[in-house]
């Protein structure tokens, strides 16, 4: 599995982050980051942004992140896929 790719907790893993992955491993362009067109998949309501907050950062991708954007490591902070 190629490195933050759409990773998902289970039993095992239950934060979602595949074992060995680097925190801040992805850049912006590898995580295809951009405008959320549905505020259902904001960054401001994924598990790896923090603060929730209007600019944050997030566990996976580096630099500011923007509460209104997304990327394809997006996942709800209460675990569903949006």
Partial sequence: MALGRNVHGNAKNPGGVEMGEK???????????KPALKPSV?????????PRLPVGTCKLVRGLIK??????????????EG
Avoid: H, Q, V
């Fill in 23 to 33: 925190i801040w491993g992805l850049s912006k362009a590898a995580s295809n980051y």
């Fill in 42 to 50: 904001r960054c401001d309501g994924c598990r790896y942004m923090f």
């Fill in 67 to 80: 509460g209104s954007y997304t990327c394809d490591e997006f996942l709800p902070a209460g675990g569903r």
